[in-house]
């Protein structure tokens, strides 16, 4: 079973500033992975799929990179409404998905 | 525009049944392979069960024999029959679109299952 770290666990950056999180898988998932942006009291939402591809009606803001078993969501400006939970995930073990544990992302 | 909206959720005694809904519009659902997902208070997600275009199925480990994935295409409805429910199936339900086998495309605003005596 392919495993998902994320780091760090919490970030705290101010408005404007780049944000850089992590997603490590324990083998490779090739390009199959994608992040999702959960706001409190919200259900998530696709950002990402495909490492590097956004999802309809994403900000430029936002961006993926990476492959194999190391991948990066970076957000290039911060802004307020960009506080929330960002979680990776694969699905090499089909049908299971399987989710990192999360980076909380606090806007100052 | 596709929306997906849960319902069901309550609070129920350890051992009780719980059915969930979920009422898909915006898309064609008979072509979609569909999900549900869970979030216990304070964690992270929890994939739980998918259901094929042709109602195959499958379960997470932790729900095997207890919960039963279902859909209606007549009726663009998606369910989960929850079981045997223990106080850890405490949880905040999703269900969640399937696009391409790969990932989780549109999701539900989610249901809360509380187990509790």
């Known amino acids: 079973e392919i495993v998902l770290t994320q780091s760090p666990a919490t970030l705290s950056l101010s408005p404007g500033e780049r944000a850089t999180l992590s997603c490590r898988a324990s083998q490779s998932v090739s390009s199959y992975l994608a992040w999702y942006q959960q706001k409190p009291g919200q259900a998530p939402r696709l950002l990402i799929y495909?490492?590097?591809n956004r999802a309809t009606g994403i900000p430029a803001r936002f961006s993926g990179s990476g492959s194999g078993t190391d991948f990066t969501l970076t957000i290039s400006s911060l802004e307020p409404e960009d506080s929330a939970v960002y979680y990776c995930?694969?699905?090499?073990?089909?049908?299971?998905?399987?989710f990192g544990q999360g980076t909380k992302l606090e806007i100052k | 525009e596709v929306q997906l909206v849960e319902s069901g959720g309550d609070f129920v005694q350890p051992g009780g049944s719980l059915r969930l809904s979920c009422a898909a519009s915006g898309f064609t659902f008979s072509t979609y392979s569909m999900n549900w997902v869970r979030q216990a208070p304070g964690k992270g997600l929890e994939w739980l069960s998918y259901?094929?275009?042709?109602?195959?199925?499958y379960y997470a480990d932790s729900v095997k024999g207890r919960f039963t994935i279902s859909r209606d295409n007549a009726k663009n409805s998606l369910y989960l029959q929850m079981d045997s429910l223990r106080d850890e199936d405490t949880a905040v339900y999703y269900c969640?679109?399937?696009?391409?086998?790969?990932?989780?495309?549109?999701w539900g605003q989610g249901t809360l299952v509380t187990v509790s005596s």
């Open positions: 969640a679109r399937d696009q391409l086998e790969l990932r989780l495309d549109y």
């Open positions: 259901i094929s275009t042709s109602s195959s199925v």
């Open positions: 995930q694969q699905r090499s073990n089909w049908p299971m998905y399987t």
């Open positions: 495909d490492a590097s």
